[in-house]
């Protein structure tokens, strides 16, 4: 099992910028492809960013692209997600998630590929 407690979140205006952490826990951390994705109400949960184990590899949604970085530290067991340049239209609930396939086997951007998922953390994007 792995255990994924997400921080960071909170109220901004538009143009404002967040860091969002996921602290992982249970088995090793390294062996986990992790994603991001986020949900707004009465939206489908939607792909924002994913990293590879070693951190060598990213991918990310169309409508974050330029303004969100994910990244990694493998010795903190931590997943990041900065955000720059906020919208309103950022606003959701910030989930992040976790999967022991490999980057090859697996389409980033799937929910249906995570076995994990954190309780999420919620960004407001005030205009």
């Known amino acids: 099992q792995v255990q994924l407690v997400e921080s960071g979140g909170g109220s901004v205006q538009a143009g404002g910028s967040l860091r969002l952490s996921c602290a992982a826990s249970?088995?090793?951390?390294?062996?986990?492809?992790m994603g991001w994705f986020r949900q707004a109400p009465g939206k489908e949960r939607e792909f924002v960013a994913a990293?590879?184990?070693?951190?060598?590899?990213?991918y990310y949604g169309d409508s974050v692209k330029g303004r969100f970085t994910i990244s990694r530290d493998n010795v903190k067991n931590t997943v990041y997600l900065q955000m720059n340049s906020l919208k309103p239209e950022d606003t959701a609930v910030y989930h992040c998630?976790?999967?022991?396939?490999?980057?090859?086997?697996?389409?980033?951007?799937?929910?249906?590929?995570?076995?994990?998922w954190g309780q999420g953390t919620q960004v407001t994007v005030s205009s």
């Open positions: 998630a976790a999967t022991s396939r490999g980057w090859s086997s697996m389409r980033p951007e799937g929910l249906h590929y995570y076995d994990y």
């Open positions: 249970g088995r090793t951390f390294t062996n986990y492809v």
């Open positions: 990293i590879s184990w070693s951190g060598a590899r990213t």
